[in-house]
């Protein structure tokens, strides 16, 4: 009911033998959720196009349109100084999920990084991910700060206690060796995109993206990442929304085929 295409032929979060493109083959469409922030996307823009290598066809700022005057300025100023940066003001409102699912089907790349603009997802592990791409020739590469070189900083001890729980239990249900499900930054492929008809609308999404595509046999790899907690902003996503990812875990392991 929810897949358009699946892949049989890739055991879920597994090494497998697969043709490994190169970096020319890569073409990143970039998307990243604005809320409130303003420096924060400033820096997110250029530790991105720093570290560019070529592979950037696109960066996607999916804008809330309750955004203040402040970041609508700072995402134009980059529109009109960077030709690579694009303004998608996001329609259906409000939602983190909404935003993710307007964001991929607006990219034009054949690989999408799905990130935030308030510094808590890294912006220098877009380029670890697109070496891991090339290297291992996956369909899509999950950022864990729970591996090795990976970490969480200002982050609630008690979420924290709960996430670590949360990974190891629901690791074991997927039989999953990726041991970061409900981060929601990534690359996708656009097959993985396309293939498959998302239902999260708020922070369920970053499960979502994760799960569903191990369920379903596509390629998932990881790299280690740091999470910070945010500097400017205020989050959205309240502790009772948490029990969402719970719920959508549930829904992919059992419901969803």
């Excluded at 089907?105 to 990084?113: D, E, L, P, W």
């Amino acid at each position: 009911m929810l897949i358009r295409k699946r892949r049989l032929d890739r055991p879920a979060g597994n090494k497998v033998s697969v043709a490994k493109p190169s970096l020319s083959d890569v073409h990143l469409s970039v998307v990243v959720t604005v809320y409130s922030e303003t420096f924060s996307i400033d820096e997110t823009i250029e530790t991105l196009l720093h570290a560019n290598r070529g592979y950037i066809r696109e960066v996607i700022l999916l804008t809330s349109p309750k955004a203040s005057q402040e970041t609508f300025e700072i995402c134009n100023k980059w529109v009109a100084r960077e030709p690579l940066v694009k303004l998608l003001v996001q329609q259906h409102n409000p939602g983190i999920g909404w935003a993710y699912r307007e964001g991929m089907r607006a990219a034009s790349g054949n690989f999408i990084a799905l990130m935030a603009g308030d510094l808590e997802t890294e912006p220098a592990a877009v380029d670890r991910m697109v070496d891991k791409i090339i290297e291992t020739g996956c369909d899509e590469v999950v950022a864990n700060r729970w591996m090795p070189g990976g970490r969480f900083e200002n982050y609630d001890p008690l979420k924290l206690a709960l996430n670590w729980i949360f990974q190891k239990i629901f690791g074991i249900l997927f039989r999953t060796r990726v041991g970061d499900l409900t981060f929601g930054f990534k690359i996708l492929s656009k097959e993985v995109a396309d293939s498959i008809a998302w239902e999260g609308e708020l922070h369920e999404i970053c499960i979502e993206t994760t799960v569903v595509p191990i369920k379903m046999g596509f390629y998932v790899e990881q790299i280690p990442s740091v999470w910070i907690g945010r500097r400017e902003g205020r989050s959205v996503n309240t502790f009772l929304r948490n029990f969402r990812y719970v719920r959508t875990a549930f829904h992919t392991l059992f419901s969803r085929s």
